[in-house]
């Protein structure tokens, strides 16, 4: 049962498809005050479990914490983080009572989840112009199955997203590409994707070529594709200004740019240096940016992903000057009157700076909209505009699309990654509560920069951070300018990642056919085990294993120097190794707490009784994998493969039940 109420003068996000009557009265569950803005409140049971907000810092369990939905630009994010890049307003309470509520708001909005008070959940934001969706089910998973309905079928990538990527912002030439693409193949590591970061582009400007680098780009696309390898290039939100560069000449002729208060357009800082914003709130500012991206697509390019589109901010002239101005005085005052403090704040309050938000506005059904009032919805809505764009192109051809900003219902049209995490053991714990949120929350093709983005990574991280990336639909590693280079033969022993890549591929049948599952069937991907194990009080309490599918149970290894981890298996399980010799043991294990060697350079995971897992046979790349020559995993007798053409949109699926011969 879901019920829907509005309040005020709700903005129209499209985060909800599926046509609810609107109900009258009192919400269940919750009370609902109206007389300061918004608060919506519930007296939490001392059990009680609240899941769910997608993209967010802590625990799977969410409470005892404040998170505030505010799409942010943090790659420092830690646990005190209360904003991340995306912003999904979907929770899930699970105790005493079960039911869940979707908060359609796209502007800041804080969930107070006992943090305040132990016992209090409480959704707060000052202007009550939303949507309040409350939905009961008898179960959190039936909970979230139904959110997922309302929403809208998940994105699709092309099969060959499923292959591994390697990214790195830094490669500049032709030459930069071609040594990622050997190293891979004289390292024998498969590969499908290598992106490219900012530096493709002429000084920056979205959709140009670096016109010394990428001299016959179309040419260069072929070469790689003759490798098998697909360029995948990044698309920010920020166009530069500059006279003569056609998108921007474009832009300002047709008053395609967000606008400040007096209509002029918007001046933000980003990399290309002074910028304004497409203003893709915009219908027809949308279709025109989603435009721009054909000039890329008719070079030959099949994906993008889709990055600044917070948006993040670096400076605008105005901040610029007032801290200018502040650094002047503070230089020639002899007073004392302004302390260095205060001038470090002006300087580093200029990046992302809040007040930015209030500084600009959007064009919806011609009336002016300032950006903070929907602030969540800028990099949903600019990948809606490729998305869009790539269904005029051709409605039945599937594209690689995932960004770095989201909002529920962008997950029609695209995945995302986690944003910018660093090379730390405590991110490699965060992917592990985030995945399931964020499939919760409609995103499947997700996963995050393998390895870690910002600072030096270690070797052993990786190899940590590939141990759960083999499972990602998203496997991408990626590493910032300026940091150590984490490309597998960077590091001695490159045959243990080629050992951890090489599994991912041999996995593609069963990985794509369970992301096949979620997407028809509104399941997770990946979920807590307190979803599978409603009785079991211990399954509860476990924030660092995941079930996958149907099927396996996944216990990565999260910290620095371990040989292995304690398991907890809430029912017998047989124990999958993939040893570094290409051997693979089973070992049935009773129910119950296990210590369990996990290795760096070998593949450990468990299978559900009565389950059985598809196996392919090794591949270099996705297209040369052999969906029909599958050897079995775990001691069940049958599995249900759902499959497609894995390029058209059309109903492609076969859903075939295998039945495992002895
Ligand atoms: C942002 C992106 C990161 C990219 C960098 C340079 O930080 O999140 O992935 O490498 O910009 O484009």
């Avoid at 199955?145 to 912002?169: D, E, N, T, V």
């Avoid at 056919?513 to 991907?525: H, P, Q, R, V």
Wanted: hydrophobic share 35%; net charge negative.
């Amino acid at each position: 049962m879901i019920w829907k109420y509005k309040y005020g003068h709700p903005f129209e996000t499209e985060a909800v498809i599926e046509n609810i009557k609107e109900s009258e009265g009192i919400p269940p569950f919750v009370t609902v005050d109206l007389q300061q803005g918004f608060r919506c409140r519930y007296k939490l049971s001392k059990d009680d479990i609240v899941y769910g907000l997608g993209e967010a810092a802590r625990g799977i369990n969410k409470r005892g914490h404040c998170y505030i939905s505010n799409a942010s630009d943090d790659p420092d994010h830690m646990e005190s983080t209360k904003s991340m890049y995306g912003a999904h307003n979907f929770i899930v309470v699970a105790g005493a009572k079960n039911f869940g509520l979707f908060v359609d708001y796209p502007a800041k909005l804080t969930f107070d989840i006992g943090y305040t008070f132990t016992d209090i959940l409480e959704i707060i934001c000052p202007e009550a112009d939303l949507y309040l969706y409350v939905i009961e089910g008898e179960t959190p998973y039936e909970i979230v199955k139904q959110f997922r309905k309302i929403i809208g079928r998940s994105y699709i990538p092309p099969k060959f997203a499923f292959g591994f990527g390697q990214s790195r912002w830094g490669y500049k030439t032709k030459e930069d590409f071609r040594r990622a693409a050997d190293g891979y193949r004289e390292n024998h590591i498969p590969i499908d994707m290598i992106y490219m970061d900012i530096d493709y582009m002429q000084d920056f400007k979205d959709f140009t070529l670096n016109e010394e680098h990428f001299k016959d780009f179309p040419e260069f696309v072929k070469e790689m594709k003759t490798r098998n390898i697909r360029l995948i290039p990044i698309i920010d939100a920020g166009v530069k200004i500059e006279e003569g560069y056609r998108v921007y000449e474009e832009g300002v002729r047709n008053g395609y740019f967000c606008k400040r208060a007096d209509g002029s357009n918007f001046v933000a800082a980003v990399w290309p240096g002074y910028t304004h914003f497409p203003d893709v709130l915009n219908p027809e500012a949308r279709r025109w940016f989603g435009g721009c991206y054909r000039a890329l697509i008719n070079q030959g390019i099949e994906g993008f992903w889709n990055d600044m589109n917070e948006p993040a901010i670096f400076y605008t002239p105005e901040g610029l000057e007032a801290a200018s101005e502040l650094m002047r005085d503070y230089i020639e005052d002899e007073t004392g009157r302004i302390s260095i403090f205060q001038v470090r704040e002006a300087l580093t309050g200029l990046q992302n700076n809040p007040n930015y938000y209030e500084d600009f506005y959007h064009q919806v059904d011609g009336r002016m909209v300032r950006h903070d009032k929907v602030h969540n919805l800028f990099g949903y809505n600019m990948t809606k505009a490729a998305g869009e764009e790539f269904e005029r192109i051709d409605p039945d051809r599937r594209f690689l699309l995932f960004s770095r900003s989201s909002y529920i219902g962008m997950h029609r049209y695209g995945g995302i990654w986690t944003g910018d995490n660093k090379s730390w053991w405590s991110h490699l714990g965060l992917i592990v509560h985030q995945l399931p949120a964020i499939n919760m929350a409609g995103f499947l093709y997700t996963g995050p920069d393998l390895g870690g983005f910002g600072a030096d990574t270690t070797r052993d991280l990786v190899l940590r951070f590939l141990q759960i990336g083999v499972f990602t639909p998203l496997m991408r590693n990626h590493s910032a300018l300026g940091t150590r280079e984490q490309e597998p033969y960077q590091f001695e022993r490159p045959e243990d990642f080629r050992h951890l890549i090489g599994l991912r591929y041999r996995l593609v049948p069963y990985l794509y056919s369970e992301y096949l599952k979620a997407i028809e069937n509104d399941t997770l991907m990946f979920k807590a085990l307190a979803f599978e194990y409603k009785d079991d009080p211990i399954a509860s309490q476990i924030e660092d294993q995941l079930l996958l599918g149907d099927e396996i149970m996944l216990a990565p290894v999260l910290t620095q120097n371990a040989t292995g981890r304690a398991v907890y298996l809430p029912q017998a399980m047989t124990k999958v190794v993939f040893h570094a010799d290409e051997t693979i043991e089973q070992i049935p294990m009773d129910a119950g707490w296990h210590f369990v060697d996990y290795p760096l350079n070998e593949l450990v995971f468990f299978i559900r009784p009565g389950k059985a897992v598809p196996l392919a046979k090794a591949a270099r790349r996705v297209t040369d994998i052999d969906w029909n020559a599958l050897e079995w995993l775990g001691d069940g007798r049958e599995y249900t493969l759902y499959d497609d053409d894995g390029t058209t949109k059309e109903d492609t699926l076969i859903i075939k039940n295998l039945e495992r011969q002895k």
